[in-house]
């Protein structure tokens, strides 16, 4: 059985001594979950570049995964206030945010630059949490083609390694809920399949992020892998509860 994948961004959400706080409240949870203890559940959490050491320091001892929020393509070079993967992967890092549509329309990355920034991650051993969504409203059918696209253009040529999809429709992200039910389930279905047919990406998993909250794991059960969190499970009490709805599933998973 696959686990149930739960992360979390911050963003530039935090002050250092607020994601510090926040840190040792995540490992005590962690540590209070038996279903993330045994790896039933996989918890990541993606706080700021600066605030990445006091992470992995607070979550020594739990298997919290620590990740990054960006990295440069390059691995070392020229490229003043940049960051890159062979650095992350020195410190301890495990996953690393590619494609986040703040990223496209804030600095204006490409597919291009996804691309570079995806095979950078992998040859690093890093597992790319891969940010995919429409920018507009649409069919599950129509959303579904342009999200495959986008996840076949981030992996063309990409070295072998482990996945996390994270479709995020870009309508959907900072609103007051997220997409439907019906068509999380019929997009992810799509990239399921797309993912599991690629050589090379075994362990891979899509997880939905977009205004993610409490209720919504439940009710997609199965049809996910889990969800990428934001502002919601900032509070650890929040995220706490999404744990605990990731560890029902994956029981019932056990049990079926």
């Given at each position: 059985?696959?686990?149930?994948?739960?992360?979390?961004?911050?963003?530039?959400?935090?002050?250092?001594?607020?994601?510090?706080?926040?840190?040792?409240?995540?490992?005590?949870?962690?540590?209070?979950?038996?279903?993330?203890?045994?790896?039933?559940?996989?918890?990541?959490?993606?706080?700021?570049?600066?605030?990445?050491?006091?992470?992995?320091?607070?979550?020594?001892?739990?298997?919290?995964?620590?990740?990054?929020?960006?990295?440069?393509?390059?691995?070392?070079?020229a490229?003043?206030?940049?960051?890159?993967?062979?650095?992350?992967?020195?410190?301890?890092?495990?996953?690393?945010?590619?494609?986040?549509?703040?990223?496209?329309?804030?600095?204006?990355?490409?597919?291009?630059?996804?691309?570079?920034?995806?095979?950078?991650?992998?040859?690093?051993?890093?597992?790319?949490?891969?940010?995919?969504?429409?920018?507009?409203r649409?069919?599950?059918?129509?959303a579904?083609?342009?999200?495959?696209?986008?996840?076949?253009?981030?992996?063309?040529?990409?070295?072998?390694?482990?996945?996390?999809?994270?479709?995020?429709?870009?309508?959907?992200?900072?609103?007051?809920?997220?997409?439907?039910?019906?068509?999380?389930?019929?997009?992810?279905a799509?990239?399921?399949?797309?993912?599991?047919?690629?050589?090379?990406?075994?362990?891979?998993?899509?997880?939905?992020?977009?205004?993610?909250?409490?209720?919504?794991?439940?009710?997609?059960?199965?049809?996910?892998?889990?969800?990428?969190?934001g502002?919601?499970?900032?509070?650890?009490?929040?995220?706490?509860?999404?744990?605990?709805?990731?560890?029902?599933?994956?029981?019932?998973?056990?049990?079926?």
């Amino acid at each position: 059985m696959s686990p149930v994948v739960v992360g979390v961004s911050l963003k530039m959400y935090f002050g250092h001594v607020r994601a510090r706080d926040w840190f040792a409240s995540v490992a005590r949870i962690a540590r209070e979950n038996e279903s993330v203890t045994s790896g039933a559940v996989q918890l990541f959490v993606i706080p700021s570049f600066v605030s990445i050491p006091a992470a992995i320091d607070a979550l020594t001892g739990t298997p919290v995964t620590v990740g990054a929020q960006d990295l440069f393509w390059e691995d070392q070079g020229a490229y003043t206030g940049e960051v890159s993967g062979a650095e992350l992967a020195e410190l301890g890092v495990g996953v690393v945010e590619v494609g986040h549509a703040e990223r496209r329309r804030l600095f204006g990355e490409t597919d291009a630059i996804v691309a570079a920034k995806t095979a950078a991650a992998l040859r690093n051993g890093i597992a790319p949490v891969l940010c995919i969504g429409e920018t507009l409203r649409s069919e599950p059918r129509v959303a579904a083609a342009e999200v495959e696209q986008q996840l076949m253009s981030a992996l063309d040529g990409a070295p072998a390694g482990r996945v996390l999809v994270a479709y995020e429709p870009v309508w959907a992200i900072g609103a007051a809920k997220p997409a439907g039910t019906d068509h999380i389930r019929a997009v992810c279905a799509r990239l399921r399949g797309v993912i599991t047919s690629l050589d090379g990406r075994d362990g891979s998993s899509v997880i939905y992020g977009g205004s993610a909250g409490p209720g919504l794991l439940t009710a997609l059960g199965s049809d996910v892998d889990g969800l990428f969190l934001g502002r919601f499970a900032h509070d650890p009490a929040a995220l706490a509860s999404v744990l605990t709805e990731a560890s029902v599933l994956a029981r019932s998973a056990v049990r079926a």
